[in-house]
């Protein structure tokens, strides 16, 4: 019996199978034989334990030239880490499993964004950038044999063949790309460790490296470049905000920038009467007239009162429906990027008084009603908003971020749980798995124009990266290991994201 390959074999002649992981064809006596099979999907929905996980080699020091030799390298180490498993799709239990929420974590000042007026310069400014956008794109995208836009196929973190998300950390001395000290401006002190009690900072130097291609290398200048009079918009929690402060220090190298202005009043990001904060940011570089903003929507859904004329009003949560905010701006953006997961559980929803609401009405369906349930629900109705529409706006690049990890040990944030470890990588530094980590993120972009920025596995392996107990402003005794230092890990997720670009 020998083995044949001759040419290329298509779904069709494989009768009907549209996804072959592996093919072998074999000719015996004239015939051929085609065996064919398929990776079950019920094996990426294992979450393994974080004892499990984190049983590998602390050695993580890699020089760049160990990287390339091991690149043609077959077989795997001791040291890989392969993450076949969903962390946002765990069978998590329907309680309160995240930071307290006395952290100022209530969405706004009053749980929904403030009402916005269209202005007539709004209008004008859209359709003129509408118009350009049109202009731009004038040659029609390829299709398939289905008439369907052949970039309209991407759906995952591989981008011409690159998966982002498999590769390891390797240390570089030339990091970190900016200064916790210095970055004020667009940095909150909370989140800046070089100005805690910490003293330890071996996680700044490590840079991600993609397994099987090479990823551009971040510069202000290139990535202003790059987006040259085009809007980059982070919409989510707390955990988008973070990404949107790394971004803004990375540009600027954390230096403050007196020419950089503030747009926050073009969108509507005015501080109301007794709020804390804004409900976001806008920054605009005015020699490229490249703007960064963000826009605060822990459940990426819209909120609206009940009973506006009270003010202790329930808050009418719709689960189908994009924020406010997002559908009236999304024309001014040029790329986009989503994200939620950790506001979703009973004591953050009690809170800020939302009640879950779908076609108009309160909800009640009981699947639905179980918190993971409702955040699924509510990320397939946004990606797939968003992927509707697209069409219209064809420069516009949209990306739903995978879920941060998080790294309490021995309990959780409100038992004690900790996240005290300062040994970088001392679980792994390697992520050889194709899928993401999380399969709920992945499934929701699969067959859409909207990407995933799939960063959960590499930061899975980043449990020194957190605050810890360094946080200035948490409850004694409570350790914060969900958000991360800066500088730190978010870094790499933009650093993801620009390459994406």
């Given amino acids: 019996m020998e083995k044949e390959a001759k040419g290329k074999i298509s779904a069709v002649d494989l009768g009907g199978i549209s996804s072959v992981d592996n093919l072998i064809v074999v000719s015996y006596k004239g015939s051929v034989i085609i065996l064919a099979y398929v990776k079950s999907p019920f094996l990426s929905y294992w979450t393994p ?118 590769g390891r950390w390797v240390t570089d001395d030339s990091r970190p790309l900016y200064s916790g000290f210095h970055c004020k401006r667009w940095l909150s002190a909370m989140w800046a460790c070089r100005l805690t009690q910490r003293t330890d900072f071996e996680y700044e130097k490590l840079r991600w490296r993609p397994r099987d291609c090479e990823m551009e290398e971040f510069t202000g200048v290139k990535f202003l470049k790059k987006m040259e009079n085009k809007t980059l918009a982070f919409i989510g929690d707390s955990l988008g905000r973070q990404q949107f402060q790394s971004l803004m220090c990375m540009i600027t190298g954390g230096e403050d920038r007196p020419d950089v202005l503030d747009v926050g009043r073009d969108y509507g990001l005015v501080k109301a009467r007794h709020a804390v904060r804004p409900d976001g940011w806008a920054y605009r570089f005015p020699r490229t007239q490249t703007t960064i903003l963000y826009y605060w929507s822990a459940s990426l859904c819209n909120l609206t009162p009940i009973n506006a004329s009270n003010p202790l009003t329930d808050y009418a949560m719709h689960l189908d429906r994009p924020p406010a905010f997002l559908s009236r701006f999304l024309p001014r ?53 968003v992927d509707s529409q697209l069409p219209k706006y064809p420069g516009l690049k949209a990306f739903y971020r995978s879920i941060s990890p998080r790294h309490f040990f021995n309990g959780d944030w409100n038992t004690g749980g900790t996240c005290d470890n300062t040994t970088p990588l001392s679980g792994g530094k390697e992520v050889l798995q194709d899928e993401s980590s999380d399969a709920g993120a992945a499934g929701a972009v699969k067959g859409t124009a909207v990407k995933l920025l799939d960063i959960t596995a590499l930061s899975q392996l980043r449990d020194e990266g957190h605050i810890s107990r360094y946080s200035i402003k948490s409850t004694p005794g409570v350790q914060d290991c969900l958000h991360w ?11 993801v994201l620009f390459a994406q670009l």
């Fill in 49 to 166: 334990s974080q004892d499990r996980v984190f049983q590998i080699s602390p050695d993580y020091k890699v020089k760049d030239e160990e990287v390339l030799r091991e690149r043609n390298r077959s077989g795997q180490s001791e040291e890989n880490v392969n993450f076949e498993s969903s962390i946002s799709n765990s069978s998590t239990k329907d309680k309160v499993t995240e930071e307290p929420i006395t952290n100022t974590e209530i969405e706004g000042s009053a749980g929904i964004p403030p009402s916005f007026t269209q202005k007539g310069g709004d209008l004008k400014a859209l359709e003129e950038k509408n118009s350009s956008r049109e202009q731009e794109n004038e040659v029609a995208a390829p299709l398939n044999s289905a008439g369907v836009a052949i970039e309209n196929m991407t759906s995952d973190s591989k981008d011409h063949g690159c998966n982002y998300a498999k």
């Fill in 333 to 385: 953006f040029d790329v986009l990027v989503l994200n939620t997961g950790h506001h979703w559980n009973r004591g953050k929803l009690n809170a800020n008084r939302w009640v879950m609401y779908v076609d108009g009405v309160p909800n009640t369906n009981r699947k639905i009603a179980d918190i993971n349930g409702a955040k699924n629900l509510t990320i397939h109705s946004i990606i797939k908003w």
């Fill in 485 to 495: 230092c800066l500088p730190g890990v978010p870094d790499t997720w933009n650093e």
